[in-house]
Structures are given as structure tokens and as C-alpha cells.
């Protein structure tokens, strides 16, 4: 079983308008971190935000917010007021094992598309 | 602070071929990864290291050596390149104290 999937291969949004890039995760472990990167057509990996497992409120990072959902196992993307410079890939990844303790580790979804039309 | 740097930016082998990617950083992280990125897929490990002279196998280890006799330097050795390792190859590095790993710009490799 995939322990990251993201089920929207490619999304398109309006400039100025929110866009929600779904994650869900597989894990038994209580303890794990969820991530999103970033990656714009020149290559590089770019760290969005983070969610540990025992996180209590959504991370929010200004633009980004992460929509934690632990019972259904999802960890949703949310760009509001979306900008041209926001179409890239988006890749979900987790770690599983507590920050700290040598399990650095990440495991990537497939990722999504994101193009951001004018 | 150049953060984690990687050589070459692109590479083109024949298959056969040996060679070394390489990947520094200056930021005395204890762990440091490499990653492969193919077409339609995520990233996916290779191998890690949790410090110098500690190193273990990720997801994809078969046709890749790693070694760490620094802190700094974690190369990553293909031995006799396939097509099948055509891929752009990350390198990243982490410590205990974030949550956060930062990655290197990316090698693009293609072995024909």
C-alpha cells in the first residue's frame, strides 16, 4: 500500500483564488510529521510547511495552510490567494518516528500539477 | 553558508560507466540522504547516513555505494551505470534539532 497518495495528478486555479492540494497517508506509527514541498520548473525542492502528528491547531505558514485531519489521515494543501509564481509540482512527504529520535526519512507522494491561470 | 551543494548539475554516462555525485554541506547537519526523482513520481531514498562512518540503505539502494567520513561530504557512487538509473538525483540534509530537510539543487543524470 502507498503510504503517501495524491490523487490529483494536475489542478488548475485562478489567480487570487484559494486552491486545496489533497494528501492522504498510511501510517501505524503515533508518531509521524507530514510535509509539502514545493517544486517550480527550475528544479529545486522548497519547504512549505510542516504538521507533527501530536500538533494540535494546522500549521499555517502566511500563504500556506496545512488542513490536518488525523481520523481520515489527510494532511490538505491550502494556498489562498493563489499567485502565477505558485504553479510548480507539490509534493506531500511524511516521516515516520519522532522528530529527533534518527528516523529522517521521507517518504513522497507522487505529486500535483499546479497551474495558475490569469 | 552555501547550505547543501551538489556536482555536477548534469551528467551523461554510457552504460558501464562509474562515477560520483557529489554533495556537501556547512551546516553540521548530522543526517544527510540522497534521493532519486523520476517521471511522474516522487522522490525516493536511496541511502542515508545519520553521521559520519554510519550509513543504511533507503527504498532504491541497488546500484549505489555511499560512504561518510565527514560530517561535510556524503558522495553517492554508481559503480557500472544502467539506463534504468537515468533520473535527477537529490541530495538533502537534516539535524535533530528542525523538522526540516533541506535539499541540495539536483543532479540530472543520463546514462545512454
Known amino acids: 500500500a502507498q503510504k503517501i497518495t495524491q490523487t490529483q495528478p494536475g489542478m488548475f486555479v485562478q489567480e487570487k483564488e484559494a486552491v486545496t492540494l489533497d494528501c492522504t497517508y498510511d501510517t501505524s506509527d503515533p508518531s509521524y510529521g507530514l510535509f509539502w514541498y514545493k517544486q517550480p520548473s527550475s528544479g529545486e525542492m522548497i519547504f512549505l510547511i510542516y504538521q507533527g502528528s501530536y500538533d494540535q491547531q494546522n500549521a499555517t505558514e502566511g500563504r500556506y495552510s496545512l488542513n490536518f485531519q488525523k481520523a481520515r489521515k489527510s494532511a490538505n494543501l491550502v494556498i489562498s490567494a493563489s499567485q502565477l509564481g505558485d504553479s510548480a509540482m507539490y509534493f506531500c512527504?511524511?516521516?515516520?518516528?519522532?522528530?529527533?529520535?534518527?528516523?529522517?526519512?521521507?517518504?513522497f507522494g507522487k505529486g500535483t500539477k499546479l497551474s495558475v491561470i490569469p | 553558508n552555501a547550505g547543501v551543494t551538489q556536482t555536477p548539475k548534469f551528467q551523461v554516462l554510457k552504460t558501464g560507466q562509474s562515477m560520483t555525485l557529489q554533495c556537501a554541506q556547512d551546516?553540521?547537519?548530522?543526517?544527510m540522504s540522497w534521493y532519486r526523482q523520476d517521471p511522474g513520481m516522487g522522490l525516493r531514498l536511496i541511502h542515508y547516513?545519520?553521521?559520519?562512518?554510519?550509513?543504511d540503505q533507503g527504498e532504491v539502494p541497488n546500484g549505489y555505494n555511499v560512504s561518510r567520513s565527514t560530517t561535510e561530504d556524503f558522495p553517492l557512487r554508481l559503480l557500472s551505470a544502467a539506463p534504468s538509473q537515468t533520473s535527477v538525483y537529490f541530495c538533502a540534509s537534516s539535524t535533530a534539532a528542525t523538522y526540516e530537510q533541506y535539499f541540495g539543487p539536483g543532479t540530472r543524470l543520463t546514462v545512454t
Open positions: 551546516m553540521n547537519h548530522e543526517y
Open positions: 512527504a511524511m516521516r515516520e518516528g519522532p522528530s529527533g529520535a534518527g528516523s529522517y526519512q521521507l517518504t
Open positions: 547516513s545519520v553521521g559520519a562512518g554510519i550509513t
